[in-house]
């Protein structure tokens, strides 16, 4: 069961994958944990990531496939993975390609969660984040039980830079220019399956699981 998650920032892909982890005990890996992993374990990868991040700049395709394939290849991957956040464009779904067809391994599902830009904008909109713990609550969705303080920790909550609408925006743009060609390339490759993310979260899951079923 080998997974990756495609769909626009706010789209509730990330929500999604750890619900495919829970239920079929499969890892769910995001780029940001490997880098941190390997950063803090001082492997040779990490440290020529560490190299470039030090100096402000983007951790090059071909580094970034090759810390995701030696996490893919880790033991607690022996019955699959989900993959959020990577690939996020073609040159790294080639790279990964590659890696895996030498291993006699391909992507089996891109599992598409797909929103309305103007869906997305307003969910995000409504998110607002504990500024003490960082829990996240969603005033239509997911409200505080009371206004502006979490129900955690009881500190305040904000509306964070990322989820500003401008911002927002900004993310989309970058999205549909460099990771929603990925959604032709693996419709070529006969492995994408697509979701509609303005349902309720159990209704996509649910819609998720008779995919892997099938």
Request: contains cysteine.
């Amino acid at each position: 069961m080998k997974i990756i998650m495609l769909g626009a920032p706010g789209a509730g892909k990330g929500t999604q994958a750890k619900k495919i982890a829970a239920k079929y005990h499969v890892p769910h890996i995001s780029t940001g944990d490997i880098f941190r992993a390997n950063i803090k374990e001082g492997t040779e990868l990490g440290k020529k990531a560490q190299e470039y991040m030090d100096q402000g700049l983007l951790v090059p395709d071909e580094l970034v496939c090759d810390l995701v394939v030696d996490r893919i290849h880790k033991d607690d991957c022996e019955n699959g993975f989900i993959l959020d956040g990577f690939p996020r464009t073609i040159p790294q779904a080639d790279a990964l390609d590659g890696a895996l067809a030498q291993n006699g391994e391909k992507i089996e599902y891109a599992i598409d969660v797909e929103v309305p830009d103007e869906n997305i904008i307003k969910r995000m909109a409504g998110r607002r984040s504990c500024k003490d713990c960082g829990a996240i609550f969603h005033l239509v969705y997911n409200p505080p039980k009371k206004e502006n303080c979490c129900d955690v920790c009881g500190g305040p909550l904000v509306l964070r830079d990322d989820d500003k609408e401008e911002t927002v925006k900004k993310r989309l743009d970058v999205y549909h220019e460099q990771t929603a060609p990925l959604i032709d390339h693996y419709k070529k490759a006969g492995s994408l399956y697509e979701v509609d993310g303005t349902q309720d979260i159990n209704v996509v899951f649910e819609e998720i699981e008779s995919i892997l079923e099938a």
